[in-house]
T-cell receptor
């Protein structure tokens, strides 16, 4: 059974800092790994999706990497802004399954 | 807007009442998923449909929960005899299944349920 873990559970940084969020998964047989953003009380916004054949994906100030052999993905946020404050979730789509397995998320607070 | 929509966005009910949520997927998507998210946790899978067929149900889906997807379009999730432990955000997602698998799931805004 796939298990996804996110570290840290919470992170507080001053505006302008670069930061890294970590995601680990136990079963490396994945189709893809996806990073989401969730604002308080809201649904999920997809940020980046990395297919199993890819090593990284970039969108603006966000860069996600994938290392299947070690069961890890990272989300790098450059030059953080207060508007980046949210919970970030990673989710793995595992081969043989049709449903996503999510981590518990990292709650990010970027202070002005 | 052609994204996934959910209705209602918020629902407050008293314990013991029945509630029904609706999800409208992206129109050409043949798969539809329901997830539940409680405070401080990631979403957990409940059930999913391919067209009108319910292909998988989680152990989380007790017999008080029932989901349907008539005609393979919108879906409804009904909770009977609600309990306070049912309070959560109910998320719907849809995807277009391909032969290779691994398709992207697109999420709706969720329905937040509070059972008093």
């Amino acid at each position: 059974k796939q298990e996804v873990t996110q570290i840290p559970a919470a992170l507080s940084v001053p505006e302008g800092e670069n930061l890294v969020l970590n995601c680990s998964f136990t079963d490396s047989a994945i189709y893809n790994l996806q990073w989401f953003r969730q604002d308080p009380g809201k649904g999920l916004t997809s940020l980046l999706l990395i297919q199993s054949s890819q090593r990284e994906q970039t969108s603006g100030r966000l860069n996600a990497s994938l290392d299947k052999s070690s069961g890890r993905s990272t989300l790098y946020i450059a030059a953080s802004q207060p508007g980046d404050s949210a919970t970030y979730l990673c989710a793995a789509l595992t081969r043989g399954y049709s449903t996503l397995t999510f981590g518990k998320g990292t709650m990010l607070l970027v202070s002005p | 807007d052609t994204g996934v929509s959910q209705d209602p966005r918020h629902k407050i009910t008293k314990r013991g009442q029945n509630v029904t949520f609706r999800c409208d997927p992206i129109s050409e998507h043949n798969r539809l998923y329901w997830y539940r998210q409680t405070l401080g946790q990631g979403p957990e899978f409940l059930t999913y449909f391919q067209n009108e067929a319910q292909l998988e149900k989680s152990r989380l889906l007790s017999d008080r929960f029932s989901a349907e997807r008539p005609k393979g379009s919108f879906s409804t999730l009904e909770i009977q005899r609600t309990e306070q432990g049912d309070s959560a955000m109910y998320l719907c997602a849809s995807s277009l299944a391909g032969l290779a698998g691994g398709e992207t799931q697109y999420f709706g805004p969720g329905t937040r349920l509070l059972v008093l």
